[in-house]
């Protein structure tokens, strides 16, 4: 499955790509040494197929207790580069701690990244939250399928807003499984890719 959805990545001519598993407390337990041990895996397969992809990882940290205990151990966390890290916050209900964890993870010394804010749906009536992350010190990835109305009007019109008025530097393909995959693919798809983040072709894209 990585193999298949990687080639698919690389004939859009996406040539390096980071994997962000997720680490959720009470879900997805992952450590550095499961990710990485897996990671090389498919590194090696990739070299015997002789796909030139640049493939690294990292992780996608849900913000929760579990968390907070790794933030504060000795043990560095997995970056996306430097001291960047891809954090998530849940879909049912707002963190009523985020500007602690956010000022924790600053003083931590990481710089956070978060996932699809355009897909949490309590902020889609208080716009105004998206320039409050922000303020947090957040830089704000969003979905390239959210762009196309794949998660739903609400999350379209969300994801449009925070690219119109400059809140996001960053986009993802938050890419699980075959559905994604074709959706990326779809010529429609690309075309508004194109016009909605200034004609960039995916190889310019931060990714």
């Given at each position: 499955?990585?193999?298949?959805l990687?080639r698919g990545?690389y004939a859009l001519?996406i040539q390096?790509s980071?994997?962000t598993p997720h680490?959720?407390?009470d879900?997805?337990r ?5 990710i990485?041990?897996?990671?090389e895996?498919?590194?090696e397969?990739c070299?015997k197929?002789g ?27 997995l ?11 849940p879909?049912t209900l707002?963190p009523?701690?985020?500007e ?5 993870i600053?003083?931590g ?5 978060l996932a ?5 749906f309590?902020y ?14 957040f ?5 390239l399928?959210s762009?196309t109305g ?11 807003y925070?690219?119109?008025?400059g809140?996001s530097q960053?986009?993802?393909?938050d890419?699980h ?6 959706a990326l ?23």
């Open positions: 499955t990585s193999l298949h990687l990545l001519g390096k980071i994997a680490i959720i407390g879900l997805y992952n450590t550095p040494e499961t990485n041990t897996a990671l895996k498919v590194k397969a070299g197929e796909m030139g992809m640049e493939l690294t990882a990292a992780a996608e940290y849900m913000l929760d207790d579990h968390f907070m205990r790794l933030l504060k151990q000795d043990k560095p966390l970056t996306l580069h430097k001291n960047i890290i891809l954090t998530e916050i879909y707002p009523n701690n985020l602690e964890m956010a000022f924790g600053l003083t010394g990481y710089k956070p990244i699809h804010p355009e897909r949490y309590y889609h009536e208080n716009y105004a939250m998206y320039d409050r992350l922000r303020d947090l010190g830089l704000l990835q969003v979905n399928l762009l794949y998660y739903g009007k609400n999350v379209v019109k969300a994801a449009r925070i690219l119109k008025k809140l960053l986009v993802g393909t890419l499984h075959e559905r994604h995959l074709a693919q779809d010529m429609k798809n690309l075309a508004l890719f194109n016009e909605l983040l200034g004609g960039k072709a995916f190889n310019d894209l931060e990714m």
